[in-house]
């Protein structure tokens, strides 16, 4: 088990090694790992158990019924998924976890952290109070994906995410974590449209984007 990459994650901060491998021990942790591709957790799953990841990249994605996919969010190295549904235990999970990259992951019983069986009362408390705050932060990411796909066109989600990422990196120059597919799922709109907004925008000179790389150069609007 990689304690190293476990330490950096937001359910372990403030923990010391020794008391990690005594919480990794009590939820009766387990490694897994896939191939880039396959699926981690499917839509309609009951979970007991959250994930962390060690390696590679996860995506979490929503499809409704017509096959159209929604991207809800994304996890690297130390990013931990499915715990509000360990947490609650009896509701069918409502996103696909995917396999961005070949990972490793970690699972972790959420009701034995939470029961702070087998480790001591400090530890115990720290690991719970770090869970509502990794809850916490779900939730604001949530609230802000739909801030960001609430306005009616696409220059206007668009806008709203940039301006989000530049304050976020107290910067006009700054990479975001998606490529333009992702972006799009992400926005909730067509890739082949949203390519063409950034295109126009670009030609207003209004911002240059390579990638994932943006450089806002003037007020948008």
């Not at 609650?88 to 970690?106: E, F, N, Q, S």
């Not at 989600?157 to 799009?184: M, W």
Request: with cysteine; proline share 2%; glycine share 8%.
């Amino acid at each position: 088990m990689d304690i190293g990459i476990l330490s950096s994650c937001s359910v372990f901060k403030g923990v010391d090694l020794a008391s990690i491998d005594a919480v990794l021990h009590s939820a009766a942790a387990r490694e897994k790992t896939y191939a880039k591709g396959s699926y981690v957790y499917r839509q309609g799953d009951i979970v007991k158990s959250m994930g962390i990841v060690l390696e590679g990249r996860v995506r979490i994605e929503s499809t409704d019924v017509w096959g159209n996919t929604n991207l809800i969010g994304s996890g690297k190295p130390g990013s931990v998924f499915a715990e509000t549904y360990a947490a609650v235990r009896d509701t069918p999970l409502m996103v696909d976890v995917v396999a961005d990259d070949d990972c490793r992951i970690v699972f972790l019983d959420v009701a034995r952290i939470l029961a702070g069986d087998g480790v001591d009362d400090a530890t115990g408390m720290q690991v719970t109070r770090n869970l509502v705050l990794t809850f916490a932060q779900k939730n604001l990411g949530l609230s802000r994906r739909i801030m960001h796909s609430t306005p009616k066109t696409i220059r206007a989600r668009l806008v709203s995410y940039l301006s989000y990422e530049a304050t976020k990196h107290g910067s006009n120059e700054f990479d975001i974590p998606y490529d333009r597919q992702r972006l799009a799922d992400y926005l909730s709109v067509d890739r082949s449209a949203l390519s063409s907004e950034i295109g126009k925008m670009q030609r207003e000179g209004l911002l240059d984007a390579r990638r994932s790389h943006f450089i806002l150069k003037s007020p948008l609007e």
